[in-house]
């Protein structure tokens, strides 16, 4: 898994039975400044942009195979042991109101380069259906953390922040909140030269703006109802940059930016999962420690835990779900979910690159 924070390449190895899957080994592997410039350009309308997204997923098809290898070798297993590789690809332009997503990675490529089976493109199937193509982590969620005892909410925060609501009984359902880190980390870059904001420290060091947090939710995308998803096509500075009050210290941005992510979290949780007992966090955003002091503060009543607590470590959920996602899609079955999606119906989601 490669996401919005655009950060590197997590790879988790895991083992399907007849009790189910396992969590076994993990690996990250953090991008070189030049690859991470060129995923950010493509965000963006540029020059030769065909050709240079091209050659960006041939290199993102070696960082996917150099964490493979780096994985095996951890594990002590062959190639021939995995059955295959769940890979999202990276996201560069998300549109799904134009029936659009795209993910890079070269997936040819990969299997190439591994000699194990590669399942990607899982996202234009759901929108082919009719659905947004995300979040899609929801489903892998309920396979491994509902419980019939408890409503759990799971909130991912990666670049963007997305939640899954799980209730003990009912229909589950999820969407995409709105900025996670993406925001914060781009913020503390352009001033401090820094990649993100250890523990919020930054972010605590400043003071809230009412008037620009008040402005920044006013985007209607937080007030439109799900099923709902985003990413940097809509959330990122170019937009931010124009919001922002004439005068303004660049803590006091970053401690707004960190409450608008809260707020954002706080708000999806109170609209749509009435009755929720615990909350767990997963995602590079989990480990902001003032995140997660202000999304306690904002629910008191409620037990706040990372993913950990219930047997994956918050930073490998998603790749985690990505392997998930392989298997349903090996094994002949859907990996989405309409109620989160939108999509008409459950689909076989991803296309196979044999080895």
């Known amino acids: 898994m490669s996401g919005t924070s655009l950060d590197g390449v997590d790879a988790a190895l895991i083992q399907f039975d ?3 899957f396992h969590f076994v080994e993990a690996v990250f592997h953090s991008f070189e400044p030049s690859l991470k410039n060129a995923l950010l350009a493509l965000n963006l309308t540029g020059e030769n942009e065909l050709l240079r997204a091209a050659q960006a997923g041939n290199i993102l098809a070696s960082c996917y195979a150099a964490a493979v290898s780096d994985l ?16 999202h690809g990276q996201t560069i332009r998300h549109r799904p109101e134009l029936g659009v997503t795209i993910q890079i990675g070269n997936a040819s490529l990969l299997a190439e380069l591994t000699g ?9 199937r759901d929108i082919a259906a009719g659905g ?48 996670g880190n993406l925001l914060l980390d781009a913020w503390i870059q352009i001033n ?9 420290a930054w972010s605590a060091s400043g003071k809230v703006l009412p008037g620009l947090k008040q402005t920044m939710l006013a985007h209607p995308f937080f007030a439109a109802p799900p099923p709902k998803s985003t990413g940097r096509d809509m ?15 660049p803590e006091d941005i970053q401690a707004t930016l960190l409450e608008v992510t809260a707020c954002a979290i706080a708000d999806s949780i109170s609209r749509y999962c009435p009755g929720a007992n615990e909350i767990f966090l997963c995602g590079g955003g989990a480990h902001n ?25 918050a930073d490998w959920v998603e790749a985690a779900a990505f392997a998930w996602l392989a298997y349903q899609t090996q094994h002949g079955l859907p990996g989405n979910l309409p109620a989160v999606t939108g999509a008409k119906g459950p689909r076989i989601l991803g296309a196979i690159y044999p080895a």
């Open 235 to 249: 959330f990122h500075l170019e937009w931010l940059k124009p919001l922002l009050p004439p005068r303004h210290d």
């Open 289 to 313: 420690s003032a995140l997660r002091k202000r999304l306690s503060e904002l629910f008191p009543n409620l037990k706040l835990s990372l993913t950990d607590t219930l047997g994956i470590d």
């Open 132 to 179: 947004q193509g995300a979040p899609l982590v929801p489903a892998f969620h309920a396979a491994a953390f509902r419980t019939p005892d408890l409503n759990r909410v799971i909130v991912n925060i990666g670049g963007i922040s997305n939640l899954t609501w799980l209730p003990s009984t009912g229909t589950i359902t999820g969407f995409d909140c709105g900025p």
């Open 192 to 200: 401090l030269g820094t990649p993100f904001d250890r523990d919020g």
């Open 72 to 87: 095996l070798s951890q594990a002590k297993l062959s190639s021939g042991a995995i059955s295959a590789i769940g890979c």
């Open 116 to 124: 194990i089976t590669v399942i990607a493109d899982f996202r234009n």
């Open 18 to 20: 007849s009790s189910g």
